[in-house]
Structures are given as C-alpha cells and as structure tokens.
C-alpha cells in the first residue's frame, strides 16, 4: 500500500507571537520551527503502523516550501518515513498548497492521502479537503482510530456532537485526530538512517492565489487580574453577573 | 447574493446555523445584495433561519444527506451556489463545515477564509475577512479576491440576532450523487453543548490530583448548565476523554465564560481558550502564569474553592 503523509512546518507550540514593523508577517527572528504536531504524531505514525502491520507498503511525506524546511522533513524520515519530497514553493494560500499536492498525488497515485487535522499557525483544516477535491477522494475528517481490512478502512471519526464509525475503500483521505496514534520519538538510528533517505525536491506548478493576508494583529491587552477572597465566593458570582454580564 | 448553508444536526438546527444565517444577513446588508440560507436533508422547521435573516430558505431533501460525507455535501452545495448565483457562500466553522469549506472551495476555484470572527468589511472593493490565528495568539485580516467567496464563521463569535419573521421553506433541485462512504454506527452526547460552540466551560487540570475527584468539577458545570473540558496532561494520561482537552493542540475555544480549575497555564493551554471573554482562574498557586491571562482569580485550594463556587451559583440562580 502507498501512503502520502502531508506536513507542515509551524512555530513551536511555546512561541510568542510578534510581527515585523507594518505587521504584514510573522517576525521570525528566534523562531524555532517543528513539524506540525497533528501531522507529526497522529497522522505520520498511523501511517507507518499501518505499513508495519502490513509488512509491505511504503510511507513517503510531502511538504510544500523552501529549503529551509528540510530539518522538518529530516525529522519526519528520522521518525521512519521512507521517502520524502518537496514541492519547492514557499507561501501561496491553502488552496495553493492543495493544489501542489495534488499534483505530485495524482502522478504518484497514492493509497490513502494523510492530514492532520489542522495546522496550529493558520489553523485553518482546509488543505486535506481541498487536496481530497482535486483528487476526487472520500475525504474522513477528525478520524480518532483507523483500521485496514484489504482495501476496506474502518474508521471513527468526530463529528459535530459526537462521533461516527464508517467504511470507506482505498484510495481515500483523512485527516488525523487526538487518538488515532501516540506520538513517537525519533532515536539515533532512525536519524542516522534519515540522512541516507531520498528527499526529491520537486518543482511547483501554476497556480492562483484567491487570497492574500493583509495585516496581523495581536489581542488587546489583558487588564490586570481581579483577586477575589476564597472564602467570598459569592462576590465572585456577583462580578461574574453584574459586572461581566456572563451569568 | 449571499448563500447560507446552515447545518442541521439529527434534523434539528442549533446554535451554530442561526449564528451563520446572523452572519450572513450582516454580509450581504454590508455589500447590498440579499441573504439566502440553504439547508441539507432532514431539517425540522427550516423557516426559521427566516427570522435571522434569510429571506429565502432552500432545501435539498435527499435522505442521503442525512449522513455526512463532505464529497456529496460539496457536490450539492457547489449546484446550489451555480444555479442560484451566490457570490459569497457562509457556513458554520463546526466539524461538518470544517470538512466542507476547503473542498468547496477547491471544486469551485474559489477563495475562502476558514473560522472568521468577524463580519467581513468591503473598504475601497477589498473583502477582507478577520480570523484568529497562531491558535488564538493572533489575527489576521485576509483578503479574498475571487468572484465567489467562501467563509466558514467560529462558533459564539457572532451572536444570532431576530430580524424579521418565518419564511417558507422551497425545494431545490439538484443532482445528489452516491456517497462513497458507509456510515455503521453514529453516536450522539445527548443534553450536552460541544465544547467549540459552549457559552460555558468549566475545565480543570493537573491540580485535581485524580480522575476520582471530578466530581465537584461536574457538579459545578451541572450548576451552571457548562460544558466540561480539560487541560492536555490530564487527557494524555487517561484521566479525561480526549474530546475534552483544550488548548493548542486540542480543541479552540470561545466561550463566554471559562473558568480554569488547577490549570497553570502553560503558553499552549493559553492559546486555545484565550478568545474566552472572561476568564475565572483557581489556584492555590499565586504564580501559576494563567493568573496573568485572567479576568478574575482565586487562590486558594481548589477542593475548597469549587465546591464553594457551585454553593454561591446555585444561591444566586435562586434569587
């Protein structure tokens, strides 16, 4: 079975947000960067269990953006991807990204297409349903627990209020929720091994941006925390009325 | 024109659909053209969204859409939005809306901003469209420059407000295709507000000691008709549902009130829950960072402190 694991590549979940001078892009200075936690731990690792327990297959992991992402891509190979490519394009909207995926995916007919289920920068859980559009795939979101039977996936999901169990036949795709797989830590060998593994740099196609982000800006100022007595939690649910207006 | 898709769940609209038909009828009063709604399979009453805004409400009653399957959803949206001719199309920043919007806008060659918080603005014939980012740690004003315009709206940001009264409800003719999915088994959290969309949340953390203790954190919520949640270390080590745990790498919240039981606030629980519009935090440490982030703070023991809480809500509900 061929497996194609998206990535991306966030700020780490610590970082403190600021922005350049005319607040158009993030400031990166002192950034670090890791690969998007959805992508990284439910979604990569479902993805080589399901080889490992198949015994056969082969996983490969997509990024679309510059060079600088290749530490992000290395991890991925250290963690136990086969193969890696790179669509060598930098920016350009969601549907931009959908589209470079879908490019590569539709050459390379992969099996099932792997998301996580949103990346936690943009936040937006829009590119595995664009890339699952072009590609004319069922797409599963939210999937909590995936399992093979031939080429027959059963699947749990979170829908709104609940969740859901469904069938679905390869190819599809899905993108990856809290529960679908545990996080795995990359050891020596594996990163010693991702040196060695082919990581294609592939050329973008022509696309056209829809949108375009014009300035960032950051939350107000928290005022300053009213401390209320532990003892008087009936001032509490007063604030909480009168002054807040929320109960 | 402006198009609604407003979800129905089980047949029956929540919150969320009268906050998208809101949003939309505020849209297209921006750009002065009319506000239409659109709904799927079973949908009880759907003259309704009538009264925030939609002077016309169409259906596709297929019974095929009573299950989810994105594919089929976009197929039948992308028809409606051709034959009706609507310019911008809104719809619900929910689980189902999440897994319709990118799809739609793919089918469509159309630009699209997921999760918006505000209503759009038209300055100078630029549409821009505001959403949080960075997991709530940011917005971004974006603008979307394509003939059709998608927009998915994130749960209480935009209060349902009544503007005129029922319509009727017409049937719209579309093509639905067969769904390449087979649903098995659906279960549903009867009487319980998901969290994405709760106007309140109690959550509680590390602090509570023991899963055994969550008692007075449930009773508290039951008093105050809240959704409970939870911060990551406490869903990763099995003491609450994954479902529950909020924060940057759980689910986003924008309640009205959130109160925080013996979280200490790291930088990534923050992130998820800090489009909260008051924030209640206890803990019996006075420099636990959330005091920081909060409106109002308690330091004192929690198993105290809550319980005590619960007493003073339920003595003010009676007057």
Same mark, same amino acid.
């Given at each position: #079975?061929?497996?194609?694991?998206?990535?991306?590549?966030?700020?780490?979940?610590?970082?403190?947000?600021? $922005?350049?001078?005319? *607040?158009?892009?993030?400031?990166?200075?002192?950034?670090?960067?890791? #690969?998007?936690?959805?992508?990284?731990?439910?979604?990569?690792?479902?993805?080589?269990?399901?080889?490992?327990?198949?015994?056969?297959?082969?996983?490969?992991?997509?990024?679309?953006?510059?060079?600088?992402?290749?530490?992000?891509?290395?991890?991925?190979?250290?963690?136990?991807? /086969?193969?890696?490519?790179?669509?060598?394009?930098?920016?350009?909207?969601?549907? /931009?990204?959908?589209? *470079?995926? &879908?490019?590569? &995916?539709?050459?390379?007919? $992969?099996?099932?297409?792997?998301?996580?289920?949103?990346?936690?920068?943009?936040?937006?859980?829009?590119?595995?349903? #664009?890339?699952?559009e072009?590609? /004319?795939?069922?797409?599963?979101? $939210?999937?909590?627990?995936?399992?093979?039977?031939?080429?027959? &996936?059963?699947?749990?999901?979170?829908?709104?209020?609940?969740?859901?169990?469904?069938?679905?036949?390869?190819? $599809?795709?899905?993108?990856?929720?809290?529960?679908?797989?545990? *996080?795995?830590?990359?050891?020596?060998?594996?990163?010693?091994?991702?040196?060695?593994?082919?990581?294609?740099?592939?050329?973008?196609?022509?696309?056209?941006?829809?949108?375009?982000?014009?300035?960032?800006?950051?939350?107000?100022?928290?005022?300053?925390?009213?401390?209320?007595?532990?003892?008087?939690? /009936?001032?509490?649910?007063?604030?909480?009325?009168?002054? &807040?207006?929320?109960? | 024109m402006v198009l609604v898709f407003a979800?129905?769940?089980?047949?029956?609209? %929540?919150?969320?659909?009268?906050?998208?038909?809101?949003?939309g009828?505020?849209?297209a009063?921006?750009?002065?053209v009319a506000c239409e709604a659109i709904v799927l399979? %079973?949908?009880?009453?759907?003259?309704?969204?009538?009264?925030?805004?939609?002077?016309k409400?169409h259906?596709v009653?297929?019974?095929?859409?009573?299950?989810?399957?994105?594919?089929?959803y976009t197929a039948v949206l992308a028809a409606a939005v051709e034959k009706l001719g609507a310019k911008v199309v809104i719809m619900?920043?929910? @689980?189902?809306?999440? @897994?319709i919007l990118?799809r739609l806008a793919a089918k469509l060659n159309a630009g699209s901003? !997921?999760?918006?918080?505000?209503?759009?603005?038209?300055?100078?014939?630029?549409?821009?469209?505001?959403?949080?980012?960075?997991?709530?740690?940011?917005?971004?004003?974006?603008?979307i420059?394509s003939d059709v315009k998608i927009i998915s709206?994130?749960?209480?940001?935009?209060? !349902?407000?009544?503007?005129?009264?029922?319509?009727?409800?017409?049937?719209l003719d579309v093509a639905? !295709?067969?769904?390449?999915?087979?649903? %098995?088994?659906?279960?549903?959290?009867?009487?319980?507000?998901?969290?994405? =969309?709760?106007?309140?949340?109690? @959550?509680?953390?590390?602090?509570?000691?023991?899963?055994?203790?969550?008692?007075?954190? =449930?009773?508290?919520?039951?008093?105050?008709?809240?959704?409970?949640?939870?911060?990551?270390?406490?869903?990763?080590?099995?003491?609450? !549902?994954?479902?529950?745990?909020?924060?940057?790498?759980?689910?986003?919240?924008?309640?009205?009130?959130?109160?925080?039981?013996?979280?200490?606030?790291?930088?990534?629980?923050?992130?998820?829950?800090? @489009?909260?519009?008051?924030?209640?935090?206890?803990?019996?440490?006075?420099?636990?960072?959330?005091?920081?982030?909060?409106?109002?703070?308690?330091?004192?023991?929690?198993?105290?402190?809550?319980?005590?809480?619960?007493?003073?809500?339920?003595?003010?509900?009676?007057?």
């Amino acid at each position: #079975m061929k497996l194609l694991v998206c990535v991306s590549k966030t700020p780490e979940t610590t970082t403190k947000i600021t $922005f350049n001078g005319d *607040q158009t892009a993030l400031d990166t200075s002192g950034v670090q960067y890791i #690969m998007n936690p959805y992508d990284e731990w439910y979604a990569l690792v479902r993805a080589l269990e399901l080889k490992e327990a198949l015994g056969t297959g082969t996983v490969t992991i997509i990024n679309v953006g510059s060079a600088a992402n290749d530490p992000v891509i290395r991890k991925g190979l250290a963690i136990g991807a /086969d193969e890696a490519v790179r669509i060598d394009k930098e920016g350009g909207s969601s549907l /931009d990204v959908a589209q *470079q995926i &879908a490019a590569y &995916a539709k050459e390379n007919s $992969f099996d099932i297409v792997f998301f996580g289920k949103e990346t936690i920068d943009y936040n937006g859980s829009e590119v595995g349903a #664009m890339t699952a559009e072009l590609l /004319d795939m069922p797409f599963v979101s $939210f999937a909590t627990k995936l399992e093979m039977s031939g080429n027959t &996936a059963t699947i749990m999901r979170d829908i709104e209020g609940g969740e859901e169990t469904l069938e679905v036949a390869t190819p $599809f795709a899905l993108s990856a929720a809290k529960g679908l797989a545990e *996080q795995r830590i990359p050891n020596m060998k594996g990163i010693m091994m991702a040196k060695r593994k082919p990581l294609n740099v592939v050329a973008p196609v022509d696309t056209t941006n829809h949108t375009q982000v014009l300035t960032y800006d950051l939350p107000p100022a928290k005022s300053a925390v009213k401390l209320i007595d532990p003892e008087n939690m /009936d001032e509490l649910v007063r604030l909480l009325s009168e002054e &807040a207006k929320v109960i | 024109m402006v198009l609604v898709f407003a979800e129905s769940v089980n047949g029956t609209f %929540k919150k969320a659909a009268f906050e998208a038909v809101t949003y939309g009828y505020k849209t297209a009063e921006m750009l002065g053209v009319a506000c239409e709604a659109i709904v799927l399979g %079973k949908a009880d009453g759907a003259g309704v969204l009538g009264k925030y805004g939609a002077a016309k409400v169409h259906q596709v009653a297929a019974d095929s859409l009573n299950q989810l399957d994105g594919q089929v959803y976009t197929a039948v949206l992308a028809a409606a939005v051709e034959k009706l001719g609507a310019k911008v199309v809104i719809m619900s920043h929910t @689980s189902t809306g999440k @897994s319709i919007l990118g799809r739609l806008a793919a089918k469509l060659n159309a630009g699209s901003v !997921p999760a918006a918080n505000a209503v759009p603005t038209n300055e100078g014939g630029v549409f821009a469209v505001r959403k949080p980012v960075f997991s709530g740690k940011a917005f971004a004003n974006i603008a979307i420059s394509s003939d059709v315009k998608i927009i998915s709206v994130t749960g209480n940001s935009i209060p !349902p407000v009544e503007v005129a009264g029922e319509v009727a409800v017409t049937a719209l003719d579309v093509a639905v !295709p067969a769904s390449r999915i087979t649903v %098995k088994d659906v279960s549903r959290m009867e009487g319980v507000t998901p969290l994405p =969309e709760a106007e309140l949340v109690v @959550s509680a953390g590390r602090g509570m000691k023991g899963p055994e203790n969550w008692g007075i954190i =449930e009773a508290l919520a039951e008093e105050l008709g809240a959704t409970t949640a939870c911060s990551r270390p406490v869903s990763d080590v099995g003491w609450r !549902p994954h479902h529950e745990h909020v924060g940057q790498t759980g689910i986003a919240i924008h309640p009205n009130l959130y109160i925080a039981a013996g979280i200490s606030g790291a930088i990534q629980h923050l992130a998820g829950v800090n @489009s909260s519009k008051t924030i209640v935090v206890i803990n019996k440490d006075p420099e636990a960072p959330f005091f920081k982030a909060a409106d109002y703070g308690v330091v004192g023991d929690l198993f105290d402190v809550v319980p005590r809480l619960t007493e003073a809500i339920r003595k003010h509900k009676q007057g």
